[in-house]
Structure formats: structure tokens, C-alpha cells
């Protein structure tokens, strides 16, 4: 079956900004200006400016984003760190990879993390929190928060997928001691490859960042403060990141748009559980729109063959990924949610008549 809507296409968004992106493109490539220069700058301020903190520090992925951060904050061998298994691996990696112990805890409905497990998964190892805020939804900061100044812990906010997205009028990657996103290029504001940046409020901590990010170095190339890594933004990634943003604010409330027409196709069709909608706490920024169904397997089959283009985030869950060594981690709600769930066709350029496609095919299956 030929593919009538893409799950992100990103061809059209090229289509539409063509002029733009090969403006950028001619100016960084005839400058010669590639690595920590002016427009890498100007996008990290842009975006601390955005969020509402004081530094942003542009690193190569969001990976690498999680990683630093768990290195500056100091997570290490013997430490215990609470997080979700309903997430990408790269956040129980960046746990593991700096000889820190993943403790996971469940979620709820709202695919996040469920507040009301963390405290009884403390213990005198456990050193931090990273709250993921899924799906462009922000977690319950203020109760997180709370226990993390009790027990003096230390928050990486994982806002990969949360650009935009408020909890109470604060905007995600405001709260946490670091907070972190990715620029994938299927993210709200993707690059063309990969692309992170870490936010914090921390003087002392945003140092550390620009330091482990460029080996060692932050005001000098002959000064080295410690050992550190190669994951720098690259400046052709951060211009093409900042001519897209100002557009960002356009395309979140077209992705809201769709989202409502979504909701309101969905909300009485037996067996369909639609996304879950936002409160007046919340300001949600659907970098994904997820469908649950009993019938997923048969209805991501049906979508396919039809056309539509779906995602399954994730089929199998980390704590039952053989390889990870999770799998004495008890998470029910986790379990029944990765049997469920499915992705649905989520970006600025989907056209209305494409949306409605989705909604026949979705409802030509619904009993």
C-alpha cells in the first residue's frame, strides 16, 4: 500500500522553509563558522530565554545531554537514581553509564511518572530523580520538587520530548537542578541529525557542562579544567535550529489543533482510550499524539495497510529488554500501557484532509 500520510514528513517542512534553510546553509558554509561560534550562542540564549533559565548549553544529542548531566551532577557508583521503564533507553543509559543503579518506578495513565511511588522507592543510596516528561505532557513537578528537597536529591528533568509543554505556568526544564532536550530531527524542533542541550540554573554547574561538552575546556584551548568529551553542537545544527524556532509557538498550537480533532473523533469509540487531555495544571505541546487500544496489534496493522503511517512506543518494555538486566522491577501499569499504545501522525504540515483520512481509517475499524 502506497504511503498517504506520513508519521513526520519531513521533505515538506523542507518545501516550505526551502529558502530559508539554504539562506542558512549558504551563510554558515561561506563563513566557515562551524564549531562554538556566534549562532550556537545565540541559539543557546534563545532558548534559556524560552524556557526561563539562565544557561542552555548546546551538546551533540540529547543522549549526550542526559549523560553530562549525570557526570556534572556527580552520579556514580553506589548511587541509586529513580526514573520510569515507559521512556527511551537513553535515560536509564545515561544511569548506567556513569555507574549509577536505574530504580524504576511505575507510571500512570498519563504515561508519566507516578508521584505517588517515588517516595517509597528512597533509600539512603538514592542521590537523584529524572522525571521524564512524555509526549510533550510535564510530570507532576511541584510533589517531585518537594521530595527532592526533603531528601536531598537532585533532578535531571528529561524534557527530550517537552519543549513548550507548562506544568502550573512554569515551562518544563525550569525546574530540576538540569534539564535536558533533544533536537532530533523528529522532535517538535528538529535539526537535520542529531542535536541536544542541557538547561540549568546553576552557575557552577553550566561551567562544568561547557567543560565535559568541549574536552576539558571552556575559555581557553589551552586551559584544560578537566577530562572531558567531544559533544558539541555543531553550528550549522544550532543556525537551522534557530530559524526554525520562531516558528515553534506556530506549530504548537497547530499540533494542538490536530490533537483536538483527534480527541473529539476518538472519545466515543468503544475500545479506544485518546490521549490524555489536559487540566488547567497543564499545557501540553503533543510532540506525540498516543492512541490506546486493546486491539493495538490489529489496529497499527490496519493503519499500515491503509496507508497511515504509526509508531509503537515502546512494544516491549526496558525492564523486560533481556539485555538491561531490569526485569526484577515490578511495573504493571507500565506493562499493560506498552501492549496498548500506538502513535498517530503528529506535525505542523499534516493538512486537515490528511487528518481526516486518519480518522476515517480509525473509525472504519472501531466495532
Not at 556566534?38 to 532558548?47: A, D, K, T, V, W
Amino acid at each position: 500500500m502506497t504511503c498517504k500520510v506520513r508519521f513526520v514528513n519531513y521533505p515538506r517542512q523542507y518545501r516550505l522553509l526551502k529558502t530559508e534553510f539554504d539562506a542558512v546553509f549558504e551563510e554558515i558554509m561561506s563563513g566557515g563558522d562551524f564549531i562554538l561560534r556566534r549562532h550556537l550562542e545565540l541559539f543557546e540564549s534563545n532558548i534559556a530565554a524560552y524556557v526561563g533559565c539562565k544557561h542552555a548549553i548546546g551538546v551533540n544529542t540529547g543522549t549526550d545531554a542526559l549523560y553530562l548531566s549525570a557526570h556534572a551532577l556527580g552520579f556514580g557508583a553506589g548511587d541509586e537514581i529513580i526514573t520510569v521503564g515507559h521512556t527511551f533507553v537513553a535515560t536509564i543509559g545515561a544511569i548506567v553509564q556513569c555507574g549509577a543503579t536505574p530504580v524504576l518506578v511505575d507510571i500512570r495513565d498519563d504515561f508519566n511518572i507516578d508521584v505517588e511511588q517515588i517516595e517509597s522507592a528512597i533509600t539512603e543510596k538514592t542521590k537523584g530523580i529524572i522525571p521524564v516528561h512524555l509526549n510533550g505532557h510535564a510530570c507532576q513537578m511541584d510533589q517531585i520538587m518537594t521530595l527532592a528537597k526533603k531528601y536531598h536529591l537532585r533532578v535531571i528533568e528529561d524534557a527530550a520530548q517537552a519543549l513548550g509543554a507548562t506544568f502550573k505556568g512554569k515551562r518544563c526544564a525550569s525546574f530540576g537542578d538540569t534539564a535536558i532536550f533533544s533536537f532530533y530531527p523528529a522532535k517538535m524542533l528538529g535539526t537535520a541529525g542529531d542535536g541536544g542541550m542541557v538547561c540549568t540554573n546553576d552557575d557552577q554547574l553550566a561551567r562544568k557542562l561547557k567543560a565535559l561538552r568541549d574536552n576539558g575546556r571552556v575559555d581557553s584551548v589551552e586551559e584544560i579544567e578537566c577530562y572531558g568529551y567531544c559533544s558539541r553542537l555543531d553550528n550549522l545544527h544550532a543556525a537551522l535550529l534557530d530559524m526554525k524556532f520562531k516558528y515553534f509557538d506556530t506549530w504548537v498550537e497547530r499540533r494542538r489543533e490536530i490533537a483536538e480533532r483527534y480527541d473529539k473523533a476518538f472519545s466515543d469509540i468503544p475500545g479506544l482510550i485518546p490521549h490524555p487531555k489536559s487540566s488547567k495544571d497543564y499545557f501540553d505541546v503533543y510532540q506525540n499524539y498516543v492512541l490506546r487500544s486493546s486491539k493495538r496489534d490489529e489496529l497499527v496493522a490496519y493503519l499500515r495497510q491503509s496507508g497511515v503511517e504509526v509508531l509503537v512506543s515502546w512494544p516491549t518494555p526496558l525492564h523486560k529488554q533481556k539485555a538491561l538486566h531490569l526485569d526484577h522491577f515490578k511495573l504493571p501499569k507500565t506493562e499493560q500501557i506498552s501492549k496498548e499504545v500506538l502513535s498517530l501522525p503528529m506535525y505542523p504540515e499534516l493538512t486537515n484532509e490528511e487528518v481526516d483520512y486518519v480518522l476515517d481509517v480509525v473509525k472504519a475499524l472501531a466495532p
